[in-house]
Every structure is written in C-alpha cells, then in structure tokens.
C-alpha cells in the first residue's frame, strides 16, 4: 500500500523567513503526490501535486515542493511566511485501486506563523 | 460555479443512534468520495459513489453506508454510532472515479459522539 510520513507534528517560523514542511512517501511505482491545507473549521484546499516532470512543483499562494526520488521525499516550501500561513498541511499520494483512485493521507503538520 | 456543500456543519449524537450527512457536488461532478478525519489524523477513505454506486470502499464496517442520487448528492449513513465515530466527516466530488480527475472538498460535518 502507497504512505506518506510527516514527522514534524508542528512547525514554527517567523513571519518573512522561508519555511520548509516535511513529507517522506513509500510507493510502488511512481508516485502521484499531493499537497493540502485546511483552516479551522474548514474543508481541504489543494496546493499543488507531482505527477511527472520538472522535480520543482509551483503551486497556489506562493507554495513550492521539490520531488527527490533517491531521498523519496515531497516537501512543501515558501521563500517567505505569512502570519496567514498557519493552519494545517497535509501530505497524501494517489492510491490506485481497480477502476478508481483515491488519496492517503498523512497525519498532518501544523504550522505556526509568528508576527 | 458552486462548489461543494455538506449539512450538517455540526452534530452531535448519542452512542447507539443512527445519523445521515449529506452533501451536494460541485457542478459538472458526477462522483462523490467521502473521509473520516479523526482528531490529530488525516483523513482516511470510507467509500466513493459513481453514478449512484458504490464503486470502492477502505476499511470501514458495514455500518457505514451511502447513498448517491441522480443529481449526484450524496448521503452517508453511520448506524449504531460508537464514540470512535467522532471525527469530521468529509466529502469531495470529482468528475470521474478519483482523484485524478481532481477533488473538491467540501467543509465538512464535525459528528460527536457522546
């Protein structure tokens, strides 16, 4: 079975420096992976994903993740946090079944923006 | 566009009893997923409906049940609730069977069980 792993329960960074948040992933065959965030009170929101291609991913809000396959790591990053970052990220990876997908998550780490 | 919508936002519920949460596709949507998202979890995969069928279940027991209708909303049913039921139940539509073609989630239902 596909799994990801976020060993930080929480991550804390001052506003303005960069910020890295860590995700590790066990797959068979190549992995579709996935990045998550969720706001109190709030559904998820996709950031951005790998499926092939450039190992950099761009995505929403300023969101970058950098694919390495030999460290089989995808981890979410941003040049400069704002207070308006914090909330909870989730890692996950595309798990195929016969005639349909679905996504497994890891347990999530939060991050916490301090002004 | 809308988007995803689930009813309730909250509930709270006695062990033993039944409950239903609904939720309604984003337009265009024809498949609906749902997720347990236990305290301190992420979530985890109960089952998804396509075209009014279950087409795929994780491992939750039978006491777990749906429902998907014409219009592609969506009910999901949890009998004899147990307190390891409370959790916030989500729910994401998508165009075809999977993530591949791309979740939307909706808010969510935050159930208790007490």
């Known amino acids: 079975a596909q799994s990801v792993a976020q060993p930080e329960d929480q991550v804390n960074v001052a506003e303005g420096n960069p910020l890295t948040v860590k995700c590790t992933y066990s797959?068979?065959?190549?992995?579709?992976l996935f990045w998550y965030v969720q706001y109190p009170n709030r559904g998820l929101q996709f950031l951005l994903k790998y499926i092939t291609g450039d190992n950099l991913v761009k995505g929403s809000y300023g969101f970058e993740a950098e694919f390495n396959k030999s460290q089989t790591s995808f981890h979410l990053k941003k040049p400069s946090a704002l207070v308006s970052d914090s909330a909870l990220y989730f890692c996950?990876?595309?798990?195929?079944?016969?005639?349909?997908?679905?996504?497994?998550f890891g347990k999530g780490t939060m991050l916490l923006v301090s002004p | 566009e809308t988007g995803v919508t689930q009813s309730p936002t909250h509930l709270i519920k006695t062990r033993g009893q039944q409950v239903t949460l609904r939720c309604s596709s984003q337009s265009g949507h024809n498949t609906v997923s749902w997720y347990q998202q236990a305290l301190g979890q992420g979530p985890q995969f109960i089952f998804q409906?396509?075209?009014?069928?279950?087409?795929g279940r994780g491992n939750f027991p039978p006491r777990f049940s749906g429902l998907q209708f014409p219009n592609y909303s969506s009910e999901l049913n949890v009998n004899a609730l147990e307190l390891d039921d409370s959790a916030l139940y989500l729910c994401?539509?998508?165009?075809?069977?999977?993530?591949?073609?791309?979740?939307?989630f909706g808010s969510g239902t935050r159930l208790t069980v007490v």
């Open positions: 996950a990876v595309r798990d195929y079944h016969s005639g349909y997908s679905t996504l497994t």
């Open positions: 994401a539509s998508s165009q075809g069977q999977g993530i591949d073609y791309g979740y939307t």
């Open positions: 797959v068979s065959g190549n992995p579709y």
């Open positions: 409906y396509y075209r009014e069928e279950e087409n």
